[in-house]
C-alpha cells in the first residue's frame, strides 16, 4: 500500500519518513536499534512502529520535530509494551543525533533523513508536482568530491525515491559540498544558489535545472517541516 497524506498532513508525513530513516542510519551503527516503520493509519494519525503501538497526531509528530522529543499517544502503547520501549528509546536516540556536534557519518544521516523529507514534497506538494511532472532523472551529493550523501531519482512512471548507500551508477547532475557545515546546511534547504556556488562552498556539474527545480522544493519543505531548534553544528 502506498501512503498518500490528505491535505495539511504532508509535513507530518515527512517528518515520520524522515525520522524512519534516520532511525536506519542509527541501526548501522547500532545493530540493537529498534528501525522504526512509518505509515499512516487516518487523515489526523500516523505510526512509527509496525505493530502501530507508538502513534502521534499529526501537530504532535511536527511539535516532536521542533522540539527533538514529543510522547506518543498513551493507548496505543499497551499494545506491545516491550516494542514501545524500544522505539522510545530510538526516538530519544534520534533526539541525542541533534543534541551533539556532528560528524561526517551524522551529518550522512541527516542529510539522507533531509532528502527523504523533500521526496515526499516532491511526490505529494501540489506546486511541486506540477513543476517537476515531466522531470525524470537522477542527482547525486557528496562531501569533498569522495563522500557519498545521497541520491534521489525518479524515472518515468515512478516517484521520486532516495539511496543512502551509492549505487555506482551514473547521474544526471552531482552537486559536491565543500565541507561538513555546508552539507549541514543543505540538510536543512538552506542552500543559496547564487552565493554558494560563488563562494566555493558548493560545486555542481550535470544538468543545472534539474538541479534548481529540486532547490526550489527543498526549500518549500525546509520552510513547513520542523526541525529541533537546538540543531547544532558540524565538527
Given at each position: 500500500?502506498?501512503?498518500?497524506?490528505?491535505?495539511?498532513?504532508?509535513?507530518?508525513?515527512?517528518?515520520?519518513?524522515?525520522?524512519?530513516?534516520?532511525?536506519?542510519?542509527?541501526?548501522?551503527?547500532?545493530?540493537?536499534?529498534?528501525?522504526?516503520?512509518?505509515?499512516?493509519?487516518?487523515?489526523?494519525?500516523?505510526?512509527?512502529?509496525?505493530?502501530?503501538?507508538?502513534?502521534?497526531?499529526?501537530?504532535?509528530?511536527?511539535?516532536?520535530?521542533?522540539?527533538?522529543?514529543?510522547?506518543?499517544?498513551?493507548?496505543?502503547?499497551?499494545?506491545?509494551?516491550?516494542?514501545?520501549?524500544?522505539?522510545?528509546?530510538?526516538?530519544?536516540?534520534?533526539?541525542?543525533?541533534?543534541?551533539?556536534?556532528?560528524?561526517?557519518?551524522?551529518?550522512?544521516?541527516?542529510?539522507?533523513?533531509?532528502?527523504?523529507?523533500?521526496?515526499?514534497?516532491?511526490?505529494?506538494?501540489?506546486?511541486?508536482?506540477?513543476?517537476?511532472?515531466?522531470?525524470?532523472?537522477?542527482?547525486?551529493?557528496?562531501?569533498?568530491?569522495?563522500?557519498?550523501?545521497?541520491?534521489?531519482?525518479?524515472?518515468?512512471?515512478?516517484?521520486?525515491?532516495?539511496?543512502?548507500?551509492?549505487?555506482?551508477?551514473?547521474?544526471?547532475?552531482?552537486?559536491?559540498?565543500?565541507?561538513?557545515?555546508?552539507?549541514?546546511?543543505?540538510?536543512?534547504?538552506?542552500?543559496?544558489?547564487?552565493?554558494?556556488?560563488?563562494?566555493?562552498?558548493?560545486?555542481?556539474?550535470?544538468?543545472?535545472?534539474?538541479?534548481?527545480?529540486?532547490?526550489?522544493?527543498?526549500?518549500?519543505?525546509s520552510r513547513e517541516v520542523p526541525t529541533p531548534s537546538n540543531y547544532t553544528h558540524a565538527k
Open positions: 500500500m502506498i501512503d498518500i497524506p490528505v491535505k495539511g498532513q504532508l509535513a507530518s508525513w515527512a517528518v515520520a519518513r524522515s525520522l524512519e530513516t534516520i532511525s536506519i542510519g542509527i541501526k548501522k551503527r547500532k545493530p540493537n536499534t529498534q528501525q522504526l516503520f512509518a505509515r499512516i493509519l487516518t487523515d489526523s494519525i500516523i505510526s512509527l512502529t509496525f505493530g502501530n503501538e507508538i502513534v502521534f497526531t499529526n501537530q504532535n509528530l511536527l511539535r516532536s520535530a521542533q522540539n527533538g522529543f514529543s510522547f506518543p499517544k498513551i493507548i496505543p502503547l499497551f499494545r506491545n509494551p516491550m516494542m514501545s520501549i524500544h522505539g522510545i528509546k530510538t526516538l530519544l536516540e534520534i533526539r541525542k543525533l541533534y543534541d551533539r556536534d556532528l560528524d561526517r557519518e551524522n551529518v550522512h544521516i541527516l542529510f539522507s533523513a533531509g532528502l527523504e523529507a523533500t521526496s515526499c514534497y516532491l511526490n505529494h506538494h501540489p506546486h511541486a508536482k506540477e513543476l517537476m511532472n515531466n522531470e525524470v532523472g537522477t542527482i547525486d551529493f557528496y562531501l569533498k568530491e569522495t563522500y557519498f550523501l545521497g541520491r534521489v531519482s525518479k524515472s518515468k512512471n515512478t516517484q521520486w525515491t532516495c539511496k543512502a548507500v551509492n549505487p555506482h551508477e551514473d547521474s544526471s547532475v552531482i552537486l559536491n559540498f565543500k565541507d561538513l557545515q555546508s552539507a549541514l546546511r543543505g540538510t536543512r534547504g538552506q542552500i543559496d544558489p547564487l552565493a554558494d556556488p560563488a563562494l566555493g562552498n558548493i560545486q555542481v556539474s550535470g544538468r543545472v535545472p534539474l538541479l534548481d527545480k529540486f532547490g526550489f522544493v527543498a526549500r518549500i519543505a
